[in-house]
Structures are given as C-alpha cells and as structure tokens.
C-alpha cells in the first residue's frame, strides 16, 4: 500500500464488503426505509387519516381536513479511529485495512440496531442515540418467559396486524439471534414448520411466511450498545414505519502522519445516521424477560 494521506474522507461505494457486512449484521439498515438528510436535524411527514366518501350523482365533494404531522430524524456520529502497525501492513497476505473496516462495520450493525430497537429509555443523542420501537410501543409490549410458543407469536403478529398500518407485503420481522434455535422447533396446527430458513439465494427466511432477520442488536438495554446483555425481543411491524435517516454514508480517512513517531498509521470510520419510528401502531414487540 502507498504510503499516501488520503486528501479527503472516502465514502464505501454501493456493493462493497464493508456495506455488505452492515447489511448482514443490521436488520433496520437492511430493510429500513430510508430517507436522504440535508441536515443534521430533518423533519419527514407523517399523513393523519384521510377519509373517503360516498358522493352522490351531483353531490358536492366534502372537505376533509387531515392533520399533518411530522416525525423528526436527528443525525448522530457513530465512528471510532483505528491503529495499526505499519509492519501488519507491510507483511500481512490479506488486506487488514479492509478486515479491520469490516470489524467495525459489524459492531456498528449490532449497535445501530440496538438504538433503533432496544435501548429502555428516550434519546439523549449520545448513550442513546434514537428512541427505540421497544420504548415507543411502551406498555403494548408483550411481556413473557420461558421458551417461545405458537400462541405467543400469533399473538404479538396480531398487534401488528390490528394497529392500522398492517400491510402484508410491507411487514417485516426482526428477533434476536437467540430464538433462531427455538423457532426450528416449532410448528403450526398442522405439524408444518414455522420457521423456514433460507433454502436458496435471494430467498428470504420466514416466519408465518413473513420475512424475518435475526439480528444481536434486538435485545433491551439502557444505553445503546454493540453487545447488549438484556432481554431477548421479536419484534413485527411495517418496514415503512423504520425510518432511517442518512446524513452521510459510511466513509474512511487514512493517516500516516497520525502516526508517524510510532510507524502506526490511524483509520478514522464514521458515518452520520438518524432513526425514528413512524407510527408505533405499526408495530408488535414480543419480550422474554426469563429463559
């Protein structure tokens, strides 16, 4: 590798591993809805209830007044600065600047979906970046213990499917990676598996014949983190309703200078992200708060 600064942070091109590697770790960055930031702080529209009349053959067309209402996207800086030896560099066979990209792309993964989904308490925009699905579906929460069952996961379907914003094509689940071993066992009335895994590429694993990803960040915890040690959750909802806003995309900055006293050259990674929930109606939250 040259030694040469880079003049300018260099944003991950569309495809590569590191993206890869977000994707694969980060269920909301997979199947989020996104929405492009121009600013730090970015308000998106939320549409109220429109109604729909009946009019009559010559009838006068009535008024109808809809509350608009927004939901506001805050832009937070998830980063870290990485040393590395200049002889790691020199007499390594792989590339370790992009092993240790991917390094910190998959706990970025983990901790992004754990301050979408997890994290106990109200933004702060440091320790807790965004308000989690978890905190704004609140009391709705369902609450159990002990291995999971059918009927506790039709039930937490059924709070999604009755919260309004149920569409069948939209809907997504997300658990932790934890319940993967226990959803194998389960089965429908008829003896038929719940859960299909990923029979071939490009088809996604199902759960009721929706899709669902697994994901190490979908557990409770009070501060957002890559490695939460809290309760377990499955949570089913409208993919439209994980608003995932982008400030700026996931971008490196490579100094020797940095390090020049000690031959160990400095990686910066970062990226600006904002979440917020759209209507926590949209959603079912499934907790297990004993094994």
Known sequence: MARVNADSWVPEEYGSEVIQTVEQHSAVEAVGRKVNMTSDIQKTPRMGDVDVQVIAKGGVYPEDQPALDNVQLDAVKFGDRIIIAEEDLADARVDVITEYQKGWATNYARKFDNACLGTTAVANGTTVPFTSVYKEVGAQVIKTAGPLTYAQLSDVLAKAENGRYFADPDTIIIAHTSFKGQLRGLLDLNGRPLFIEQVAAGQPQTLF??????????????????????????????????????????????????????????????????FAVGRKEAFGVLEVTAP
């Open 209 to 274: 014949g929706y899709e669902i990803r697994f994901s190490d960040g979908a557990k409770t915890s009070a501060t957002s983190t890559w490695n939460p040690n809290g309760n377990p959750l499955l949570i089913v909802g409208n993919r439209k309703h994980l608003i995932v806003g982008v400030r700026s995309p996931i971008e490196s900055l490579i100094s020797f200078d940095a390090g020049f006293s000690t031959d160990e050259p400095h990686i910066k990674v970062r990226t600006r992200k904002a």
